[in-house]
């Protein structure tokens, strides 16, 4: 179900921005589910906005990498619409904690709980998400209740997780200009824990 192999060498940092690397260059082309962008798109599309507004090297790289479980399961592109919720907010979270702290792993971790938080305390929220987003909020469990939704915000990086998740939902615009992968390594590396 991930990319585990006893063989893939995590010594180093460079090994490590390899191997995520060589995820992307393997199933960044694919499309993100339901929209008309590709994964890789959406990441540096994320990983701009987290970059344009000033945040810290930790969240933009986890703007970047919010989607990494979505590169390394086996479920498929459209499993969503199969009815399956493919979990990759904690596959993502948790292959990326052998090499990141919790300012990179936490906001990823959260950013489909941060939805299910927005839906319930920002009037007009669920009615902007589009339908892909729509399909796998219900997967996901739907809007949080007004007390789920106080119990989200109040953990440690809820915060930086609703950022994150409105770069999310912002990264989807079709032939938007950005820089390549390369721009964002040294915020990635900065992060490495
Ligand atoms: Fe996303």
Redesign the pocket.
């Known amino acids: 179900m991930t990319d585990e192999n006893p063989s893939d060498d995590d010594s180093t940092a460079e090994a490590i921005l390899n191997r995520i690397g060589q995820a992307f260059t393997d199933r960044g082309g694919s499309w993100?589910a339901g929209e008309a962008v590709t994964q890789t798109e959406?990441?540096l599309q994320?990983a701009l906005q987290a970059e344009k507004s000033g945040a810290p090297s930790e969240l933009i790289a986890a703007a970047l990498l919010?989607?990494y479980g979505?590169l390394i399961h086996n479920f498929g592109e459209d499993c969503a619409e199969s009815g399956i919720d493919d979990h990759h907010e904690d596959l993502g979270a948790k292959q990326l904690a052998k090499h990141f702290g919790s300012a990179v792993t936490e906001p990823i971790r959260m950013?489909v709980p941060a939805k299910r938080y927005l839906c319930a305390v920002e009037p007009g929220y669920l009615e902007d998400l589009s339908d892909a987003s729509l399909l796998s909020l219900k997967l996901q469990g739907g809007p949080f209740t007004a007390a789920e939704a106080e119990e989200f915000i109040a953990q440690p990086h809820a915060d930086d997780a609703v950022r994150l998740r409105r770069w999310?939902d912002q990264?989807k615009v079709v032939d938007l200009d950005t820089p390549d992968s390369s721009h964002f390594q040294k915020h990635v590396a900065a992060a490495l824990a």
């Open positions: 993100y959406h990441a994320a919010h989607d979505h950013h999310d990264a």
